[in-house]
């Protein structure tokens, strides 16, 4: 007989290892380049992901100017007590392609965070949900901030959730502006 504590750890425990790129790099590479040009290279592989998607298992599936599409897993890594995809990681989702639907619209030394987020849950996300897909499309863009709508959907094309956000839009610090003409 031994004294030792019983393990905290179930035997059914499941691990994920997790490896990102230096998110100072990933920031340094769009620095210098138009937002489409950054989605597009992070879309071809020529530049990391972030690693708050790597964490997530969220990728890139499409960026044009305006508009993007990324896709989850319903895995159950992101799952709460209840079974189902925490809402904070379907939050992270929309708020990642309406963010970078707005990045897709902004010039060479111009950046973006978000000022509001509203998202409306429609049903529960769960392992039957299959591939989570996000598109985001920005409904405005002015000088100052920009307003982007999401909509998430299960793998059979159910509706999981909305959400809008309102954007500020700045100069990035030590950015190079581009050459004015004339």
């Known amino acids: 007989m031994t004294d030792e504590a019983p393990s905290k750890t179930p035997a059914s425990a499941r691990r994920r290892i997790v490896e990102w790129a230096d998110p100072h790099v990933i920031a340094a590479a769009g620095r210098n380049v138009a937002g489409l040009d950054f989605l597009r290279s992070l879309l071809a592989g020529e530049i990391p992901p972030p690693p708050a998607i790597q964490l997530l298992g969220i990728e890139i599936v499409s960026v044009d100017p305006g508009t993007a599409s990324m896709r989850m897993p319903a895995a159950e890594y992101l799952f709460n007590p209840s079974g189902s995809v925490h809402g904070g990681s379907l939050a992270t989702l929309l708020d990642s392609v309406m963010g970078c639907a707005v990045h ?9 965070t978000t000022l509001e987020f509203k998202m409306n849950f429609l049903r529960a996300a769960n392992a039957r949900s299959g591939v989570l897909t996000a598109v985001g499309q920005v409904v405005h863009g002015g000088r100052r901030q920009a307003v ?16 809008s956000t309102t954007c500020l839009l700045f100069d990035l610090p030590g950015a190079v502006a581009p ?3 004339g």
């Open 179 to 181: 050459a004015l003409a």
């Open 104 to 112: 897709s619209t902004l010039p060479v030394g111009r950046g973006y």
């Open 148 to 163: 982007a709508e999401g909509r998430l959907s299960d793998s059979s094309g159910r509706l999981v959730a909305t959400a």
